[in-house]
């Protein structure tokens, strides 16, 4: 008998992922879509919450060091919402004064590593996934973005799909246990062969041959940003970050390898616009 309920407790945690996970990604495929201010907004809202998750996991959600990340990320956004990208790195110069005018205004009742804490989470949790937005403002910006979700998602189900039919060799780490070196080495491939597809119906072999490359290197860097998560989590002996999304955890839960493989994609296309690298759609 009680398997029979664990079973069933199984498969209602299932359908809760499969729906909480279907209407996530229908609203980031909308506001992708969409562009501009609905993208903008969106995302927003998803680093406010993601910052809220990281502040309250390193205990900091309710001091004076919260405010000031709340504001630099309004501040960031609207930075974005005006176009003047090149102001992006500002924000974090100002974010650094800010919270070390508080801690010496409040000295003693913080220490240097509250600081750490503090910058380490507005940058990770929120200024790293701005960059979704910069790359969806470039020229053909709504083609790239799905790069994005290929290298971690895309990836992320590859590996599972590859570690349950062949997986035998655990990770040499204790983060993910259930990790296997097939599975990861299946994520990069997966993600690749997924990206070679892709760039192929947009253009031609080329293209594919590009965005597959791509997609693999996202691959490698959002299986890192997986376990990183993880560790932050174990460090902190947490479950999960939040619990926003049913059955997903917090959106630092959800987004854990997207936040790492953006910038580093965001990185590419920046590279290879500044030496007039073209790439071709259709």
């Known amino acids: 008998m009680p398997e029979e309920t664990d079973d069933s407790e199984e498969y209602d945690m299932f359908i809760t992922r499969t729906i909480s996970g279907a209407i996530l990604l229908i609203l980031i495929i909308g506001a992708i879509l969409f562009g501009g201010p609905v993208w903008l907004v969106l995302l927003g809202l998803l680093s406010i919450m993601a910052l809220y998750e990281m502040l309250k996991t390193l205990k900091l959600d309710k001091t004076a060091f919260a405010w000031v990340a709340y504001f630099a990320c309004l501040l960031l956004y609207g930075i974005l919402w005006s176009s003047r990208f090149e102001l992006v790195l500002l924000v974090l110069i100002v974010y650094f004064i800010a919270i070390m005018t508080i801690y010496v205004i409040k000295w003693p009742s913080y220490e240097v590593t509250d600081i750490s804490k503090a910058l380490f989470s507005f940058f990770y949790a929120a200024f790293i996934l701005s960059f979704m937005y910069q790359i969806r403002m470039m020229d053909n910006g709504i083609y790239y973005m799905w790069l994005v979700f290929i290298s971690a998602w895309g990836s992320d189900t590859c590996a599972y799909l590859v570690g349950i039919l062949i997986g ?115």
């Open 168 to 282: 035998k060799h655990k990770v040499p780490s204790t983060l993910s246990p259930k990790k296997t070196i097939e599975g990861c080495i299946g994520g990069v491939v997966g993600a690749g062969i997924i990206g070679f597809v892709y760039g192929n119906i947009l253009s031609d072999i080329i293209l594919g041959i590009v965005f597959a490359s791509i997609c693999m290197t996202g691959s490698i860097i959002s299986q890192i940003g997986d376990l990183a998560a993880s560790a932050v989590k174990r460090n902190m002996d947490i479950k999960d970050y939040g619990k926003i999304i049913p059955g997903h955890g917090g959106i630092m839960d959800r987004f854990d390898s997207i936040i790492f493989v953006t910038p580093i994609i965001y990185a590419i296309l920046y590279v290879m616009k500044s030496f007039d690298i073209v790439i071709t759609l259709m």
